[in-house]
């Protein structure tokens, strides 16, 4: 097993220019929440779950957008609730959210 069962990146990367990018839609911000709900939730800490963010993924047109690994889970987020739906039902119960997944 690897140190963590699962890892959530969110994309927070701003590009300079008028490109669509995650971090204009408030990706830091979520970030920071699903942060700190993984340990609200009893589910941070080797073993369980690391939220990170990271730069740009490319999927800039598809954003704001995360991934969960090693599922190799693609997801695009609106609301604080897709971001609660995909902790609660992917990291805690093991559940893809398919309304939010995006297409490989």
């Not at 490109?19 to 830091?28: E, I, L, N, Q, V």
């Not at 700190?36 to 999927?59: F, N, P, T, W, Y």
């Not at 995360?66 to 805690?92: F, G, K, M, N």
């Amino acid at each position: 097993m690897s140190y963590y069962q699962r890892h959530l990146f969110f994309c927070c990367h701003q590009h300079d220019n008028d490109k669509p990018c995650c971090a204009s839609h408030d990706a830091a911000a979520m970030f920071h929440y699903a942060k700190e709900r993984v340990a609200e939730l009893g589910l941070k800490g080797k073993g369980q779950v690391r939220v990170s963010k990271s730069g740009c993924m490319g999927r800039c047109k598809r954003g704001p957008v995360a991934v969960v690994y090693p599922d190799a889970i693609w997801y695009q987020w609106q609301t604080r609730e897709d971001v609660e739906e995909i902790l609660t039902s992917h990291l805690r119960d093991g559940a893809p959210v398919e309304r939010l997944r995006l297409p490989d």
